[in-house]
């Protein structure tokens, strides 16, 4: 039987009472010893008793009320008038102080009234022991000073900022209180500090970058932000809680960045464009890096690059079209060459170069961003695809190819060199919009290179076929490369001329070669029927008859102005090899039978069209090599002349090479491509309106650009003009309520 007396409400206090005035003692720093396990033991078991007795003697409520009135008999006593008397950095670290301090006196008096939270607090859905002790410094210190305290806390951040040295751990500790009376949310850190931080940042650095715009340069002013960011980052790292890091950066990077942004980049003598301008890479660099914290913050850099881009190539094509202008008056009525002007020729080489170094820029300062991929091929797509010197770019990188990959045509260059420059214009070329002149421009060079064996390595002719197959897809280079392979059966076919030719009675007087060519594969050259000299005509009948006994179903056409023939001519001083076109020994060999002819003669004799008769002449009478004596004398060609051989020719080389004037087919090639892209607008229609059935005129229009344009930009009106050619040939029909919606007719 327990005869325990119970503990009555006041007499039980008292005995607490004095151990939480020893515990005020110790906490202040007054001469005191510490808790025994015998007094801890003693403080608890009270409040057990107290708890546990029977009613009317259960005194969990008072007690609970009595724990907290503890706290704040404290606090009124003791903590409040300490911390009023202190201002700045000094109230800081009294806060700090009196903050680990109460931290302590709940840890213990949670101890000592532990009982409470087992049963009375879970029971009756009360704050723990613990967060009443928070909540009383919250409600009576916190409340009172915060706002004190926020000021010196962002005081000191000020003179951080300004470059003094402040206590970081003192804000980190100072900040944590503001973090821990939030009690689990982030409520008082951000109402009661980070608020007025964010405030004070845009503050202080919306002063400084009016300063700094206008004392500094552009590339000055950068590293100053760049600094100023970093720093800010720092300070989240060093003492402010980590949510505060994106609000943060983003005031200062509003203040010194977004709002100074136009007037940044365009500074008179040190923004965007004059850092392009001197290749200032790290400057430029550091432009991307701070300008993309910012929202569309890069696209003024990217369109500020793609206008500097552009100037450059308009640069070039203003400066090659003068010099070609400038060589065109100078040369007036002299012959050019066939491949284009050594300006062109650099002018191609220049845009090379300049495409080399700003894709660097990209890459290097931009980050290979693809807003700038966007910017330089934008750019380049404005100034490629305008008119340099009276020639299109796609006939000028058709020349340049050319160039490189015929005999004696490039620089000294190494096979890699020839390599990486090859692969180079094949990618400028995808900014070009006429990519189906690039072709057929690229078509003509290639067979020259092919028939007249001016290709200086197969390899780099293969090599690059392969680049422009995956760049423009298999269709742009099928003829091409049917015509490297024809190129490779020809040979052959004439091993078989020659091995078929030792089986028969009668035997040339000459040495024939003849290159076979499939039609569809090769740009088409016009046939002459020329009358051939016996010697030629022989040659010429017998391989006939040999293709005519070894293939079925072909049919042979002659294409003489491609050929070349060397014939060995007799002079007084000196026998002569001449290597020469076919037209140019037919005409010569007029004249072992003839001592004298005109214009007229020569003409109806050879059977030659007229253009081509006053061409070959020229080239044998008026050029470098005077094989023919024209009377009367003169620079050019009349209907009326008349000629005779110059059996006193002589030249101090053993064998020349007579060229023939160059044909300018820039004309026919422009035609032929006009002509292909009619044909290639028509199926692009038919096959539209084949898979739609019926659309307006806008849409068919819209899906024919979209399905052509890889190729060539095709012209609106063009695309008109075929739309009514299909209908009156009856593919297509107007509606007959709406004459702009069309329906296909199967």
Known sequence: ????????????????????????????????????????????????????????????????????????????????????????ELLLRALVHRWENHKVMVRWLSRFF????????????????????????????????????????????????????IDRTLLKNVLAIFIEVGMGTMEAYEKDFEEALLESTAS???????????????????????DCLKQEEERVVNYLHVDSKAKLLNKAEEELLANNETELLEKEHSGCSVLLRD??????????RLFQRIPKGLEPVADMFKKHVESEGMRLVKEVTEAANAKKDKDSGKPTKDSGSSHEQQYVREVIELHDKYLQYVNDCFANSSL??????????????????????????????????????????????????LDKVVKLLAYIS?????????????????????????????????????????????????????????????????????????????????TVLTTGFWPTYKSVDLALPKEMAEGVEQFKAFYEATTKHRKLTWIYPLGSVTMKAVFNAKPIELVISTFQAAMLMLFNEEEKLSWTEIKERLNMPEEDVTRMLHSLACAKYKLLLKEPAGKTIAKTDSFKANWNFT??????????????????????????????IDAAIVRTMKSRKVLPHQQLTIEVVNQLQRMFQPDFRLIKKRIEDLIQREYLARDEENPNIFKYLA
């Open 372 to 421: 700038f991929h966007k910017a330089l091929k934008e750019a380049f797509e404005s100034f490629c695809n305008k008119t340099v010197a009276n020639s299109s770019s796609a006939e000028l990188m058709a020349n340049f190819c050319d160039n490189l990959l015929k005999k004696g045509g490039a620089e000294k260059l190494s096979d890699e060199e020839i390599e990486e420059t």
């Open 434 to 514: 006429d990519k189906d002149l690039f072709s057929e421009f690229y078509r003509k060079k290639l067979s020259r290179r092919l028939l007249w064996e001016r290709s200086a390595s197969d390899d780099h002719e293969r090599s690059i076929l392969a680049r422009l197959k995956q760049q423009c897809g298999a269709q742009f280079t099928s003829k091409m490369e049917g015509m490297v392979t024809d190129l490779q059966l020809a040979r052959e076919k004439q091993q078989t001329f020659e091995d078929w030719k030792k089986g028969q009675a009668k035997q040339l007087d000459i040495d024939l070669s003849v």
């Open 204 to 226: 202080y650095y919306k002063r400084k970058a009016a300063a700094w715009i206008q004392e500094d340069s552009c590339p000055d002013y950068m590293l100053k932000a760049e």
């Open 114 to 165: 532990n009982y409470l939270d087992r049963y009375y607090i879970s029971r009756h859905s009360l704050n723990t022991l613990k967060d009443v002790g928070l909540i009383r410094f919250k409600e009576e210190v916190y409340k009172e000073l915060c706002g004190r305290a926020r000021d010196a806390i962002l005081e000191l951040i000020r003179q951080e900022r300004d470059g003094e040295q």
């Open 651 to 680: 030249d101090r080389m053993r064998r020349i090479k007579i060229p023939t004037p160059p044909i300018d087919d820039k004309k026919k090639v422009v035609e032929d491509v006009e002509k292909d892209r009619r044909i290639a």
């Open 279 to 288: 290749d200032k890479k790290q400057d430029l660099a550091r432009m991307y």
């Open 1 to 88: 039987m327990n005869d325990r007396r119970p503990i009555e409400l006041e007499a039980g206090w008292r005995s607490m009472q004095d151990g939480i005035n020893k515990l005020k003692r110790l906490l202040e720093g007054e001469p005191e010893e510490q808790f025994d396990a015998e007094k801890y033991m003693h403080l608890y078991t009270t409040i057990y008793n107290m708890c546990t007795q029977k009613p009317p003697h259960d005194y969990s409520e008072q007690l609970y009320s009595r724990y907290r009135d503890a706290f704040s008999a404290y606090i009124q006593e003791k903590v409040l008038p300490a911390l009023r008397e202190t201002r700045g």
